[in-house]
């Protein structure tokens, strides 16, 4: 559930800084407020995140740094997804739809001739 609201507040923090960022260079009150809160959000909720108990199962490969490197991946991913224009979108909309609409056609004859 943290995941999920960190998530959420990190694409508020993250269109504001794409969309409004005239709005912070110029110090408005209002959009410093929102900024600052979230940000104070975020790291409370990253604390609540890294405290959670781990796995001490030594395995083979895990990810250095767990939950710091992955939490910073999600903001930077989020950061680039809010960064893309709308053409992008509707672009990326338009191929979905396409690929959904050719697997529905294609599952049926997958379905009698198992591979």
């Known amino acids: 559930?943290?995941?999920?609201?960190?998530?959420?507040?990190?694409?508020?923090?993250c269109v504001l800084m794409v969309n409004g960022w005239n709005t912070l260079l110029a110090g408005d009150?209002?959009?410093?407020?929102?900024?600052v809160c979230c940000l104070v959000?975020?790291?409370g909720?990253?604390?609540v995140i890294g405290?959670?108990?781990r796995n001490t199962t030594e395995l083979h490969f895990s990810t250095p740094f767990v939950p710091w490197i992955?939490?910073?991946?999600?903001?930077f991913n989020i950061f680039l997804m809010v960064s893309l224009s709308q053409a992008t979108w509707i672009r990326f909309a338009v191929w979905m739809t396409f690929g959904k609409v050719i697997a529905i056609i294609i599952r049926p004859s997958l379905d009698i001739h198992p591979i």
């Open 45 to 47: 909720l990253c604390v």
């Open 1 to 13: 559930m943290s995941l999920l609201v960190l998530v959420i507040i990190w694409t508020a923090v």
């Open 70 to 75: 992955p939490l910073a991946s999600v903001l």
């Open 41 to 43: 959000c975020v790291l």
């Open 29 to 35: 009150w209002w959009a410093v407020t929102i900024t």
């Open 51 to 53: 405290r959670q108990p």
